[in-house]
């Protein structure tokens, strides 16, 4: 890190620059991501905003609610990955047990998934 670059504020990108090179797609989000101008944005690249609409709307906006909820399930998955990791790791730090007990813990939650969706 240069001299000059600590002071200077961490950039963040719009929302826009997020997905300015994502086109025909359905564009997931949450609540935090719902804003006409967004929406617009999108739908100019052709993609299709599945994202719900704040509650203090008051034009009610329509969504893929299934594809919505599936996205939840996801982020869910991950979130487990997330939390489950470094408990695994902490057993036994040799390479071939940590990929076999992380392996079989993407497997246990890919069956939780296939379970969800198909009931």
């Known amino acids: 890190m240069r001299v ?54 008051k034009v009610a906006v329509e969504y893929d609610e299934e594809r919505y909820e599936r996205r939840g399930i996801i982020e869910r998955i991950f979130g487990k990955l997330r939390e489950g990791m470094p408990r695994i790791s902490a057993f036994d730090r040799s390479f071939p047990v940590v990929v076999a007990v992380r392996h079989a813990f993407i497997v246990g939650i890919f069956l939780e998934i296939v379970i969800l969706i198909h009931i």
Do not use: M, T, W
Not at 26 to 41: E, I, N, P, Q, T
């Open 4 to 57: 000059s670059q600590r002071g200077e504020p961490k950039r963040r990108e719009s929302r826009a620059e997020l997905v300015e090179e994502v086109y025909d797609c359905h564009a997931l989000g949450d609540r935090g991501y719902d804003s006409d101008k967004f929406r617009r944005f999108l739908e100019s690249n052709n993609n299709v905003p599945v994202i719900p609409g704040c509650k203090n709307r």
